[in-house]
Structure formats: C-alpha cells, structure tokens
C-alpha cells in the first residue's frame, strides 16, 4: 500500500515517512501542494497526510480538488492548527481525519491504519488462512471467531509467506527479502522483533507459540 505525504516541514516529512515505511508501507512525499495533487495523480497512493500550511496549495485546497473526483481515498490532515474551526473546516471539505501536531508515531499510524480499514472492503478474493485465522489483506486485519485482530502490511506478508511455505522453514533471509526487500541490510533483532509483536497479537498463548515455530539456526515456519 502506497501514503502520500504532503508536508512543507522536511524534519516532519522525514520522521513520518520513515515510520510509514517502518510498518511496510511505500511512501511518497511531496513538499508542497503541487507536487501533492501531482503525485495523487500520477501515483494512484491508498491515502493521502495532508499538512494545512504549505506552499503553492494548502491543505484545504488541495484536499478540495481531490474530492472533485475521488470521493472515497481516506485523506488525514496534519496540522498545528487545532482550533475547532480548523478541525471542522478540514472535515467538512473531505477530509476523513484530524491529527494535531506534535503527534507520537503510534497515534499517527494508528490512525492511518484505521482510515486504511474503513476504506477497505473484506475481498473475499485476497483473503487467505493462517491457522485457525483468516487474513484480509487491504482491510490489514484478521478475524478469529468474530474477533478482530489488527496488522500492519509488513506483517500481513510474514504471515502470506509463511502460509505459502506452510510445513516448511522459511529462512531468515527469506523473510527479509521478500517482506523488506533485497536491499534491506539484514538484522536479527529487527525480524526477532516484528515476529515478537506478531506472536503477542495473534498466538493464543505467545509464550507457548503454536502458529510461528521457531526452526533453528534457520527462522520460522507455520505447521
């Protein structure tokens, strides 16, 4: 899934892009309106940050004409502009949400998130099982017996490449590559970590895993 950011501020642009990046999203940034309404267009991304104060076009602006003819992309608005009459302004032109500055990461991708989800229709097409769970991919969730579990992208595809490789290892090296790129530098810590956090949300008992095995001196596997 693909976010745009559009952010005048470099040191906010930066901090938000790598952490959109960090739960496996693409990032696309744009420094000013413009450039924002330019990238909407030629890159198609699932959502839009839109900061108020900018350049060229400010946020009201350029959410403005993107309603023009997308009514459904979520649309976030970042901004230290947190009067009521700002919130209300931003929500009445399209916007979806309102996250004041200085946010904290886990606040703001955990609205984005929630904003991915509202968007998404269950596919029935793209769902897949991993144990007694089922995955929805766009919707970055999984259900288990009516109960809602939230995921992140990065670790949607641990779980579809596991699921592929079901019996077997899936080495650590695997994992990397296909969940973080070729041309990701390898580090335990950051895998161990990602499947840690995994366990906790989805294993019954994530002291006593029964969905990701550890295989060792390879990586994991789903039996």
């Known amino acids: 899934m693909t976010i745009l950011i559009a952010e005048d501020d470099p040191l906010t642009l930066d901090a938000l892009a790598t952490c ?62 947190n009067q009521e009459v700002d919130i209300v302004a931003g929500l009445d032109i399209g916007g979806d949400d309102f996250i004041r500055k200085p946010f904290s990461r886990a606040e703001v991708m955990a609205r984005i998130r929630a904003a991915l989800r509202r968007s998404a229709p269950l596919d ?24 809602t579990i939230d995921l992140t992208p990065r670790e949607i595809s641990i779980l579809r490449l596991l699921q592929e490789q079901r019996g077997q290892a899936v080495s650590r090296n695997a994992l990397f590559d296909r969940c973080w790129g070729i041309d990701y530098f390898p580090d335990s810590r950051t895998l161990d970590q990602h499947i840690f956090l995994l366990r906790k949300k989805i294993e019954p008992n994530a002291a006593q895993p029964t969905l990701i095995q550890n295989v060792r001196a390879i990586g994991y596997r789903l039996p």
């Not at 060229?56 to 009514?71: K, M």
């Open 20 to 81: 959109i990046k960090n739960d496996g999203f693409t990032a696309l940034r744009a420094p000013d309106g413009r450039q924002a309404l330019d990238l909407w267009r030629s890159d198609q991304p699932d959502l839009i940050c839109l900061d108020i104060m900018m350049p060229e076009h400010d946020g009201y602006e350029v959410c403005r004409r993107i309603r023009e003819s997308d009514p459904s992309i979520p649309i976030l608005f970042l901004s230290a502009k």
């Open 124 to 147: 029935q097409a793209e769902q897949f099982p991993f144990g007694d769970l089922t995955i929805h991919p766009r919707a970055l969730l999984a259900k288990r017996e009516g109960k």
